[in-house]
């Protein structure tokens, strides 16, 4: 071939029909893999408003600052008593009323105060610093072959915050999160370093777990844990006037270490049909399967948008949902990987409409009654309404005496829903309007609510649901006379 | 007839273009989830505008033959995007697609278009009608950017329509 020819050839290349139509298709195929699921910007900020992981309360904050070692923050804690300033304690904001800011103040970010400081095989236990996530406890812990005694659905909390908010996950056998903590330190509000265990004379345990970072800094903690035992699963479709006597059974059988379940919000089947999912004991410990990571998420929201729809696509839905249940029926699972569900799917991007979470709690032996009466006030399909419910799972939450901001005060249920409303002043209302009946129903049932999330309820309702609240401001006015800790969770209801 | 079609028609469709394109952008700023997304789209678009420009250098058949349907697919997603109320979860995935077609569809125009004996003279016109058009623009208390892109979209879909019929005409009158 001539050179010329040679220098014509490579001129046209770029020019072939073919090769264009191929460089689009490559193209075009990398970005529909690459298209986000996220697209909310939320978080700390000092250029901008700060929000928590919902974005309900923007605020202009005044600094923030990265936890270094332990003496940088106590030195912080100490000059914000001697100059009056307050601190707000900050892990990865999922907690959605306000909980980890407070306007033209300090967040004390606790993500990088996050390392594994010992694993004691002989004893179960690690004890790690309090701005790591479950997920690296997870990642420290499986090559021993142990896993958590209690932690919630997702691992992808930081265990501060968790603490903080007495979390409670699928686990029905080792009761509340906080009586899995053998130890902890803390940094007091008066700047004091204390190592504190639950028969501590001083009750710091009491207060700091569901203390929502009122009453000091967690600094680290040591977790009880447990065998990484492998599961069988089961799953079983119940009516929702069957559950009651379903779990009664569930609870005397000790084959059962997990269990959760779901209720319709579907139209058709809207709080008639349940499924049920249980993990019982196969005997076996598991020392080699690999923690699972997070896939499918983009089908998974897929299938979610068009649930989120309402109306017979939501029934769709839901009948797909307990197809996808059904074939779960008899699989494996390590304890570890049953801790860690996903979460990426969930996430919700429509401008000017919002998802959050709320949770009640009911008694045990209140659920069929007061499944009938939430028939009452919620309607069946809610197509055309702003307020939108999506989800409704139900946990066990046993009887709680380790925290006095207590949501169990006896065996409960806890229904975690999720919910869509709009952001205009009136939707919010609406959703305000809707949420506070819902919570007069569940108070009259003996239940209360969960105060991680964005504060619908009123000041009188969140009295009624937590008894104590006089006894839990006494103290914190005692342990903290300079008011170090505070954020918006705590200005609105106290 | 003709003077309009080989004079007026793709001047409008390439004024329109660069006028609703600020409103498009605006649309399309909304559905991308990141400025990363953003500028991909656009990368798409343009990938998509080089393979419709080549396709009209390569294609066999009468130039004019694929303008009106060039036309009317244009109008299409302009109606579309008119027509997507609600920003659904999907919609980055709607406006990849768009993007695509778009691009394609353009690119073919202006291979089209440069070759036309009216191009000369529309390059003067098409910048000052654009200032001009943007001026007035300015002027109008937008309701929403999605009216705009509707409207243009339904001009360039009665343009196409328009030479599809003349051109059923024009065949008539010869047989």
């Known amino acids: 071939m001539e050179p010329s020819q040679l220098k014509s050839n490579k001129q046209v290349i770029h020019k072939n029909p073919w090769f264009l139509g191929i460089l689009l298709c490559i193209f075009v195929v990398s970005v529909l893999a690459s298209i986000p699921i996220e697209k909310r910007k939320y978080g700390l900020s000092q250029s901008n408003l700060t929000t928590d992981y919902t974005g309900l309360l923007p605020e202009r904050i005044k600094k923030i600052?990265?936890?270094?070692?332990?003496?940088?923050?106590?030195?912080?804690?100490?000059?914000?008593?001697?100059?009056?300033?307050?601190?707000?304690?900050?892990?990865?904001?999922?907690?959605?009323?306000?909980?980890?800011?407070?306007?033209?103040?300090?967040?004390?970010?606790?993500?990088?105060?996050?390392?594994?400081?010992?694993?004691?095989?002989?004893?179960?236990?690690?004890?790690?610093?309090?701005?790591?996530?479950?997920?690296?406890?997870?990642?420290?812990?499986?090559?021993?072959?142990?896993?958590?005694?209690?932690?919630?659905?997702?691992?992808?909390?930081t265990i501060g915050g968790s603490l903080s908010v007495n979390a409670h996950g699928r686990d029905i056998r080792f009761g509340p999160m906080a009586g899995t903590v053998r130890e902890m330190t803390i940094l007091t509000p008066t700047g004091e370093i204390k190592t504190v265990t639950r028969n501590d004379s001083e009750e710091w345990m009491k207060y700091v777990f569901g203390g929502y970072g009122l009453f000091g800094v967690i600094l680290d903690v040591t977790l009880e844990l447990t065998e990484n035992d492998v599961y069988?699963?089961?799953?079983?479709?119940?009516?929702?006037?069957?559950?009651?006597?379903?779990?009664?059974?569930?609870?005397?059988?000790?084959?059962?270490?997990?269990?959760?379940?779901?209720?319709s919000v579907a139209p058709n089947s809207f709080l008639d049909e349940m499924y049920v999912i249980d993990y019982i004991k196969t005997g076996k410990v598991d020392h080699k399967t690999p923690l699972k990571k997070e896939r499918g998420a983009r089908i998974g929201k897929l299938a979610l948008d068009i649930g989120r729809q309402g109306g017979s696509l939501e029934d769709l839905f839901w009948e797909n949902q307990k197809l996808l249940i059904k074939s779960l029926d008899g699989d494996e699972v390590t304890r570890n990987n049953a801790m860690r569900g996903n979460s990426a799917f969930m996430e919700f991007t429509k401008p000017g409409r919002v998802e959050v979470l709320q949770e009640f709690f009911i008694p045990v032996e209140h659920y069929e009654e007061y499944m009938s009466d939430l028939k009452r006030i919620l309607p069946p399909n809610d197509k055309n309404d702003d307020f939108k419910i999506h989800n409704i799972t139900v946990r066990y939450a046993a009887k709680d005496d380790y925290t006095y901001l207590n949501y169990a005060k006896e065996d409960m249920f806890g229904l975690v829903i999720l919910i869509q409303h709009?952001?205009?002043?009136?939707?919010?209302?609406?959703?305000?309007?809707?949420?506070?009946?819902?919570?007069?129903?569940?108070?009259?049932?003996?239940?209360?609510?969960?105060?991680?999330?964005?504060?619908?309820?009123?000041?009188e309702q969140f009295r009624k649901s937590y008894p104590s609240w006089e006894m839990f401001q006494e103290e914190k006015l005692i342990r903290d006379p300079n008011g170090v800790f505070q954020n918006i969770f705590y200005d609105y209801y106290f | 007839?003709?003077?309009?079609?080989?004079?007026?028609?793709?001047?409008?469709?390439?004024?329109?273009?660069?006028?609703?394109?600020?409103?498009?952008?605006?649309?399309?700023?909304?559905?991308?989830?990141?400025?990363?997304?953003?500028?991909?789209?656009?990368?798409?678009?343009?990938?998509?505008?080089?393979?419709?420009?080549?396709?009209?250098?390569?294609?066999?058949?009468?130039?004019?033959?694929?303008?009106?349907?060039?036309?009317?697919?244009?109008?299409?997603?302009?109606?579309?995007?008119?027509?997507?109320?609600?920003?659904?979860?999907?919609?980055?995935?709607?406006?990849?697609?768009?993007?695509?077609?778009?691009?394609?569809?353009?690119?073919?125009?202006?291979?089209?278009?440069?070759?036309?004996?009216?191009?000369?003279?529309?390059?003067?016109?098409?910048?000052?009608?654009?200032?001009?058009?943007?001026i007035g623009l300015s002027s109008v208390k937008i309701i929403s950017p999605i009216s705009f892109i509707s409207t243009f979209g339904a001009i360039l879909f009665i343009c196409g329509m328009g030479l599809l019929i003349k051109k059923s005409k024009d065949s008539s009158v010869s047989n």
């Open chain 1, 65 to 157: 600052v990265k936890a270094g070692d332990r003496s940088e923050i106590q030195e912080m804690v100490k000059e914000a008593n001697e100059m009056g300033y307050h601190i707000s304690i900050a892990g990865l904001q999922h907690s959605q009323g306000g909980h980890t800011y407070y306007k033209d103040n300090v967040v004390l970010d606790m993500k990088t105060f996050n390392k594994v400081l010992e694993i004691d095989k002989q004893n179960q236990t690690i004890k790690v610093e309090s701005g790591a996530s479950w997920e690296e406890v997870q990642e420290a812990i499986q090559p021993y072959g142990l896993a958590l005694k209690v932690t919630q659905s997702q691992s992808i909390f």
């Open chain 1, 232 to 263: 069988t699963i089961h799953t079983e479709e119940l009516k929702t006037n069957e559950y009651e006597d379903y779990f009664a059974n569930l609870i005397r059988n000790d084959d059962t270490s997990m269990h959760y379940a779901r209720v």
């Open chain 1, 422 to 459: 709009g952001l205009k002043e009136k939707e919010i209302h609406n959703a305000k309007t809707i949420i506070q009946e819902w919570t007069d129903l569940t108070l009259k049932h003996g239940g209360g609510y969960y105060l991680p999330y964005y504060h619908y309820q009123s000041k």
């Open chain 2, 1 to 134: 007839m003709k003077i309009i079609s080989e004079r007026y028609v793709p001047l409008v469709v390439s004024v329109g273009q660069v006028v609703i394109f600020p409103y498009y952008i605006l649309w399309l700023k909304e559905v991308s989830l990141t400025l990363t997304l953003f500028t991909w789209f656009f990368a798409a678009f343009s990938f998509s505008a080089a393979l419709g420009y080549r396709l009209f250098q390569v294609g066999k058949k009468p130039a004019d033959s694929f303008i009106p349907y060039i036309y009317m697919g244009m109008g299409c997603v302009y109606i579309l995007v008119g027509y997507i109320t609600s920003t659904f979860e999907v919609l980055p995935y709607i406006a990849l697609f768009f993007q695509v077609i778009l691009g394609l569809l353009q690119g073919y125009h202006h291979a089209w278009h440069i070759e036309q004996k009216s191009f000369r003279l529309h390059a003067i016109n098409h910048y000052l009608l654009v200032g001009i058009i943007m």
